[in-house]
């Protein structure tokens, strides 16, 4: 990328999803796929993602409607994923990435269809990668949810012996579905969540180096690692090269209000306009190597409320501003 172009941004799907909201009943935007997909690029996106539930709409995923908190889709007129991968293709939205895989730890995953779904769409859309949740529930080895990782959370043979013991539940399913996924040529992106068993990046790099599959890497998003406590100097050395695999940009601000799930669905700022570090994320993530496409991911109310089109507009605008100067 030449200096004097600006950064290539990617509308993560719940950024162009309208008034739906993630864990609450039907998922799916009230937008059909092409009505997003002509609306991110209008706005200068070089990408977009999308839900399984979003890709229900398409006639090869319809089974997956009700299960994914679709409704039923007699009320569009949907596209299959090689018409939708056609269609971005003449947007010039290049960039493309679904999710979620959730519950792969499971045995036999909780809907192990879901997720043959979801890495067939990744296939046929050319997807960067497909992003994967962690389980929910008490952070691995006892961490801390707020704190750094889990080298820095354990000390002696006895925290340590109990941290295997944890990964041993995980490490295995996922090492099965990072197979699964390479068979087809995907890559999957692991989003540590502060409200989950791998609480943060620094627990999150752990984890994907014990599962050492060469197809696996981070997804860092902007508000979990500060959600998660984690310092922009704790980032910095506990990532290396070629873990990256997504960066995803928003705002916060400076404590939560209510819970941590509920925080992160409906009030996250725009880039700039809370009260966290976005340049300072940046520059680490770019020290470390990484040089987009950069997703935008903007959840909340004032986001929602907005038209879809002025939404996209503001959500890009002040991303871009958050860069340093060309």
């Known amino acids: 990328m030449s200096t004097s172009e600006p950064a290539a941004l990617v509308a993560t799907c719940w950024t162009s999803a309208g008034a739906a909201v993630p864990g609450e009943g039907d998922q799916r935007s009230p937008f059909s796929l092409r009505e997003r997909i002509e609306a991110v690029a209008t706005a200068g996106y070089a990408g977009a993602g999308f839900v399984l539930a979003d890709l229900a709409e398409c006639a ?19 596209m299959s994923l090689a018409e939708l ?3 971005m293709e003449d947007l010039g939205l290049w960039h493309r990435e679904v999710e979620l895989i959730e519950d792969w730890h499971l045995p036999g995953g909780a809907d192990a269809d879901a997720t043959t779904a979801l890495l067939d ?19 691995l080895g006892n961490q801390d949810p707020r704190g750094a990782g889990l080298a820095a959370s354990s000390s002696g043979e006895g925290a340590q012996d109990r941290m295997a013991s944890d990964w041993d539940g995980l490490v295995a399913p996922m090492r099965e ?8 040529g995907v890559r999957l992106a692991l989003e540590p969540l502060p409200f989950a068993r791998i609480p943060s990046i620094p627990a999150g790099a ?17 508000w979990h690692v500060f959600r998660a406590g984690t310092s922009l100097d704790e980032l910095a050395g506990a990532l290396g090269p070629g873990e990256i695999t997504a960066v995803e940009l928003c705002d916060a601000d400076a404590a939560p209000v209510g819970n941590l799930f509920d925080d992160t669905r409906h009030r996250r700022r725009y880039c700039g306009e809370g009260a966290q570090d ?9 020290g470390l190597g990484f040089e987009g496409p950069w997703g935008v991911e903007i959840l909340s109310a004032e986001h929602r409320a907005r038209p879809l089109d002025e939404g996209l507009k503001k959500a890009r605008d002040t991303a871009l501003a958050s860069f340093p100067p060309a």
């Open 278 to 286: 976005v340049a300072g994320f940046i520059g680490v993530m770019r």
């Open 206 to 222: 752990e984890f994907v180096r014990a599962v050492s599959r060469d197809n696996l890497g981070l997804a860092v998003d902007f």
């Open 85 to 87: 991968a056609a269609a």
């Open 177 to 184: 579905l990072a197979d699964r996924a390479a068979e087809r």
């Open 121 to 139: 769409a990744a296939v046929a859309l050319d997807a960067a990668f497909v992003k994967v949740g962690p389980p929910r529930g008490p952070a």
């Open 60 to 78: 090869e995923l319809a089974g997956h409607a009700g299960r994914a908190g679709g409704a039923g889709l007699t009320e569009r007129d949907g």
